[in-house]
């Protein structure tokens, strides 16, 4: 299909790859031109200009930006993608913003004829790279069913979960057990050095058993050897931690294990850390 990526931040720029590796035809649009240009150069796809250019003919436009006004802004206008889709096409939105921002922007999708999921993406920039991400999704099924020949692309795992908003709310639930899990991985890194264990061999043991998670799998060396410019950065978890309290003062739940380790991490903020990995809770207890 003919399709446009709004977007090539670390998971953008693989996943728009990813598209074209799978036969589709695309377009994508930057903010930044010459990161557009190189990603053409790269893939041998086509860029635009604008959003609303990029989308221009294209039967599926996907988005993945940085939070709600950033969508807002190359979703909406006379450069906007709406302006630029036409009757009858799909627009998929994977970024990680909130589930208000999601169900507002499809409706203005319907009121042009326009199909609209809320696609969040989990799995980071390795997954995206290569192409294993798990994508939680909000929306019709008639939408979903005909997003699949996209995602595909670059997923291994994607689930309807409701209506639209639903992906978002997923999403949320996904960040809140992240947090507490990183928040342990890291207490138990340090409270293990302190306590003399060489803790590759005692983490080699513990992944295979009930404390073994994708976190401890893949970071538990990189935080031993004290090395955070990589993965997913704290800045980005704290806005994802927002939404989902944000989201928690409107429907009653309670998070507070999540308020907590968000302040921990305004802390490694405050270090100096807003673009370490977010396993950099252990910068803390050293």
Same mark, same amino acid.
């Given at each position: ?7 090539? #931040?670390?998971? *953008? ?9 799978? +036969?589709? &035809?695309? $377009?994508? !649009?930057? =903010? ?91 799995? #980071?920039?390795? *997954? ?9 999704? +909000?929306? &019709?099924? $008639?939408? !979903?069913? =005909? ?94 931690? *927002? ?44």
């Amino acid at each position: 299909m003919k399709t446009a990526f709004i977007g090539l #931040g670390v998971m *953008g720029y693989p996943m728009a790859g990813h598209l074209v590796k799978g +036969g589709h &035809e695309v $377009t994508v !649009y930057n =903010r930044t031109t010459a990161k557009a240009k190189k990603w053409a150069d790269e893939h041998g796809g086509s860029y635009a200009e604008t959003p609303a250019e990029a989308a221009k003919g294209a039967d599926v436009v996907c988005m993945c930006v940085g939070n709600d006004d950033d969508l807002r802004s190359v979703t909406y206008g006379d450069m906007g993608v709406l302006a630029g889709m036409g009757e009858g096409t799909l627009l998929i939105d994977h970024t990680t913003a909130s589930a208000e921002v999601a169900r507002e922007i499809s409706t203005a999708a319907k009121e042009k004829g326009i199909g609209f999921i809320d696609a969040p993406v989990s799995g #980071g920039q390795a *997954g995206a790279e290569n192409g294993v991400l798990t994508i939680m999704i +909000g929306g &019709e099924q $008639t939408d !979903y069913d =005909r997003s699949i020949p996209v995602i595909d692309c670059y997923a291994r795992k994607h689930q309807l979960l409701g209506d639209c908003g639903s992906g978002q709310l997923a999403k949320m639930v996904n960040q809140i057990c992240i947090a507490g899990l990183v928040q342990g991985l890291a207490e138990g890194i340090a409270f293990g050095t302190k306590a003399g264990l060489d803790m590759r061999e005692t983490i080699a043991v513990l992944a295979e058993g009930a404390a073994g998670s994708w976190q401890m799998v893949n970071r538990h060396e990189t935080m031993i050897d004290d090395h955070f410019e990589h993965g997913f950065a704290v800045d980005w978890m704290r806005k994802d931690l *927002g939404i989902a309290m944000s989201e928690a003062k409107n429907n009653g739940a309670l998070l507070p294990v999540t308020a907590l380790v968000d302040q921990f991490y305004s802390e490694v903020q405050n270090n100096g850390g807003g673009r370490w990995d977010t396993s950099s809770l252990l910068t803390r207890l050293k």
